[in-house]
């Protein structure tokens, strides 16, 4: 009789779960060695990323067992987040926005239950060897309730804070994110020659990559040891298509070398944008929504999609003779790690953990773990140096 793996496997699998040979045993005397498995979210099918990095565990998990430890090692899922809110949404064809909030909490709690069964049985079929008595989910009554107690805890510890701020914003998903939640991705984009007109009505050629944030221009920077420039700090540009004027001025984070030296600050194009806001206390004009869209303040883009505006105030200006030039690139953008979407900057209030200050002590506990391989200690010191602002935990759900 020839032999059928996938007969094979399901027969063991229900002994193994029979037998309880991976159970933990909290009455045991042996000692114990502990998994802090990270839940997979529940996003979609399982792929080969799982498999590779959940094998990773179970080979440690399998040889500190023949070594006679007792191994804590429980498995759980993770559907409460962004994620499986996209994925009950893409099944059963709704728009979490334009349902009742408890109608679609209810929905995503039922479709799970119809999913989760399937889901979880991949990592069965792998052989991960965890106590599968040991399940959890992070939307379960328990998980909830630690999350809540520790919510509640930071905050007495005054690591915990609400504030009206500028911060990265998901306008697929339509929520504030951290900044572990995002990545560089290079995209095709086109850098362009704009015309400003000074006071004397001569021109002053600015070049950007987002000519749609024009409206929401407050000013105009070159770096103060620059000579092209320096005669003009003080004085005003004319904003091309939305004529308004904006003050120029000196600052040393304005780069000579890119572009044509000189550069406008908009509410918000990039970090750099919020650091002149804040440093300079420039007013705040707000041209996108949180669902990627032109404001009123766009006059006639308004309610265009951004890539849209871009397009047609580039189109625009090139007619009235203020585009001088346009050339194509390809640059890094930071984009949402879970939709792809190019991130915006928004003003909104949100929810954040403080933990700047720590750097130092990230650092030192870095220092006392044994990395495998060694190298990877590097990558943890350059994210940790890389910490740019507080955690921000709030989610627009």
């Not at 792998?126 to 509640?152: E, M, N, P, V």
């Not at 050339?327 to 928004?346: A, Q, S, Y």
């Amino acid at each position: 009789m020839a032999y059928d793996h996938r007969v094979a496997e399901e027969k063991w699998q229900k002994k193994w779960e029979e037998w309880g040979i991976y159970r933990f045993d909290p009455e045991s005397d042996r000692p114990v060695y502990s998994i802090d498995t990270p839940p997979p979210t529940v996003s979609g099918a399982m792929h080969l990323g799982h498999a590779f990095s959940y094998s990773q565990m179970d080979f440690v998990a399998r040889y500190k067992r023949m070594r006679g430890h007792n191994l804590f090692y429980p498995f759980g899922t993770d559907d409460n987040g962004l994620p499986t809110e996209r994925l009950i949404e893409s099944i059963k064809g709704v728009k979490a926005t334009e349902m009742d909030r408890m109608e679609f909490i209810q929905l995503c709690l039922s479709t799970l239950e119809e999913i989760r069964p399937e889901f979880v049985q991949g990592w069965k079929d792998i052989g991960i060897s965890a106590d599968w008595g040991l399940y959890y989910s992070t939307i379960d009554d328990h998980c909830r309730r630690i999350s809540q107690k520790s919510f509640l805890e930071l905050y007495r510890m005054g690591r915990e804070y609400r504030k009206e701020t500028p911060f990265v914003w998901c306008p697929t998903c339509q929520t504030a994110i951290a900044q572990v939640e995002m990545e560089d991705r290079e995209i095709k984009s086109s850098f362009n020659d704009i015309v400003f007109r000074l006071e004397d009505g001569s021109s002053l050629v600015i070049a950007t990559t987002r000519p749609e944030m024009l409206p929401a221009c407050v000013a105009v920077f070159a770096h103060p040891e620059d000579e092209r420039y320096r005669h003009l700090f003080g004085s005003k540009a004319r904003v091309p298509v939305f004529d308004f004027e904006v003050p120029i001025l000196p600052d040393e984070k304005a780069d000579p070398g890119k572009g044509t030296g000189i550069v406008m600050c908009c509410t918000f194009g990039d970090m750099t944008d919020i650091e002149w806001y804040l440093e300079h206390n420039l007013p705040l004009k707000e041209a996108i929504t949180p669902d990627g869209r032109m404001t009123e303040l766009a006059g006639k883009y308004q309610g265009m999609t951004i890539k849209e505006a871009r397009e047609r105030i580039i189109r625009d200006m090139e007619e009235a003779g203020l585009l001088v030039g346009s050339r194509d690139i390809t640059h890094h953008v930071n984009v949402h790690e879970r939709c792809g979407t190019e991130i915006e900057i928004l003003n909104t209030k949100q929810w954040f953990i403080r933990y700047l200050d720590l750097k130092e002590e990230f650092l030192k506990a870095g220092r006392e773990i044994k990395w495998f391989p060694e190298h990877m200690r590097n990558r943890y010191d350059n994210w940790v140096h890389g910490l740019r602002w507080d955690w921000c935990i709030s989610r627009q759900r």
